[in-house]
């Protein structure tokens, strides 16, 4: 299983990324019933959970980004999103996207975010 993800760059404060992550070598049925999500790291600081979205639709967010990121999935195109709106510097980090399935958690290779202000 091999994730990429993309949509990463650099934005001012106030702006909007969106994020893809697309899963590839992966049978459908394990995608549809795996949780995923997107974790990230800030320079000097360890990786932390951002979203994460369950099979059933269900998610939780880190509470410094409820409100302004939401996380998506569709199955068919074995693909999950993070629309992240009202972008602050402290958002700035290189974001991972995972998938959990087949009993472990596959991840990719990250996507740099810098928020200026």
């Known amino acids: 299983v091999q994730l990429q993800a993309s949509g990463g760059g650099s934005v001012q404060a106030g702006g909007s990324l969106k994020l893809s992550c697309k899963a590839s070598?992966?049978?459908?049925?394990s995608f549809w019933s795996g949780q995923m999500g997107w974790y990230r790291q800030a320079p000097g600081k360890q990786?932390?959970?951002?979203?994460?979205?369950?099979?059933?639709?269900?998610?939780n967010y880190q509470d410094s980004v409820k409100g302004r990121f939401t996380i998506s999935r569709d199955n068919a195109k074995r693909m999950h999103y993070l629309q992240m709106n009202s972008l602050e510097p402290e958002d700035t980090a290189v974001y991972y996207c995972?998938?959990?399935?087949?009993?472990?958690?596959?991840w990719g290779k990250g996507t740099q975010v810098t928020v200026s202000s």
């Open positions: 070598g992966i049978i459908l049925s």
């Open positions: 995972y998938v959990g399935a087949n009993c472990r958690d596959y």
């Open positions: 990786r932390e959970l951002v979203a994460e979205i369950r099979s059933g639709g269900s998610s």
